[in-house]
């Protein structure tokens, strides 16, 4: 049976904006000490802005932000949405003949009969695409029209106001290491992982190398205590799942990460971590 000072946790937890699906994800959490963040959406606002375009073999601004706007025409990606909101125009559907997003990569195109690429670089690489190696503020993604290097966009995010607080809350809670683990660049993720106060940071990951991270960390814990896995859900589902507790931010995610998540945080706020780690070292009080 299960005790009753776990509803009262699980209630209190809910009244936070925290679901906790179970009471073992309950006691879980109250032995959590190590706590792995995904970046984007997560830590990061997830809302990303165009804050340069830089051409190369004869392109112009306007050709690069519209291949690019079109080439993502289909894809959800904050980058995505960031160059589409740039281009500002109405996308003209049929022009688009073909589609291909490449998780942790980017995506390919065809418009018309044009071939377009926009990506990380990962992507040119896969494709032997010659290119600059940027050392900038914000994400790089690479455009190519017809196997031509045409330039890059240069989109950047900021960190959500509670990410820093919410670090600071689980070192002050005894939490060993609070770390992050991302697709992005190792300059975005040193840059951010300094300005929040994060132990350790993991960059230019795939959404399996993510996974293997998880299982590094294990490795690190004692048998009792237990690892943390907080996502959006965007590409990170399979995550979700492999951790002691996945948890699930923000209730507009994938439906799918939120099914596969054992804690679901409603509001988009790292901070809520802190406090459900709080509430449920208080039940496990009252329980035993
Ligand atoms: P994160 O771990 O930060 O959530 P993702 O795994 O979603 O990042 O993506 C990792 C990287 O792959 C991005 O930083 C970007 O460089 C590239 N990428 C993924 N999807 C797209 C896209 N639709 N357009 C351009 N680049 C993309
Ligand atoms: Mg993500």
């Known amino acids: 049976s299960i005790p009753l000072g776990y509803f009262g946790g699980i209630g209190r937890a809910a009244r936070e904006g925290i679901l906790v699906k179970g009471s073992n994800f309950l006691d879980a959490l109250s032995k959590a000490t190590i706590v792995a963040f995904d970046k984007t959406g997560t830590l990061t606002k997830g809302v990303f802005k ?27 990606h904050p980058i995505a949405k960031a160059i589409k909101e ?10 688009i003949k073909e589609h291909e997003e490449i998780a942790g ?15 990380n670089d990962r992507l040119l690489h896969k494709f032997n695409i010659d290119h600059d190696t940027c050392h900038v503020k914000g994400t790089v993604a690479h455009v190519v029209v017809n196997g031509k290097y045409a330039g890059y966009i240069v989109i950047s995010d900021e960190i959500k106001e509670d990410a820093p607080k919410a670090v600071r809350e689980l070192k002050r809670l005894g939490v060993k290491k609070v770390v ?10 040193e840059a951010i992982a300094k300005q929040i106060g994060l132990d350790e940071f993991y960059a230019e990951l795939l959404p399996e190398d993510k996974v293997e991270i998880i299982e590094k960390l294990e490795k690190e814990k004692k048998d009792d205590e237990k690892i943390v896995f907080v996502g959006d859900g965007i590409n990170d589902a399979p995550v979700i799942a492999r951790a002691d ?14 099914e596969t998540a054992d804690v679901v945080i409603m509001d988009d706020k790292p901070s809520k971590l802190p406090i459900g780690i709080k509430i449920a070292r208080r039940t496990q009080r009252i329980v035993w």
């Open 245 to 258: 507790i996945g948890v699930a931010m923000g209730a507009l995610g994938s439906d799918a990460a939120i």
């Open 180 to 189: 992050m683990v991302t697709g992005d660049s190792k300059d975005v993720a």
């Open 50 to 76: 165009v804050t340069k375009i830089e051409t190369r073999n004869g392109f112009s601004k306007e050709e690069i932000i519209k291949f690019a706007a079109l080439a993502e025409a289909h894809s959800n």
């Open 105 to 119: 990569h980017g995506v390919r195109a065809r418009i018309d009969s044009i071939e377009v690429m926009v990506g």
């Open 86 to 95: 740039a281009y500002g125009k109405e996308i003209n559907e049929a022009e």
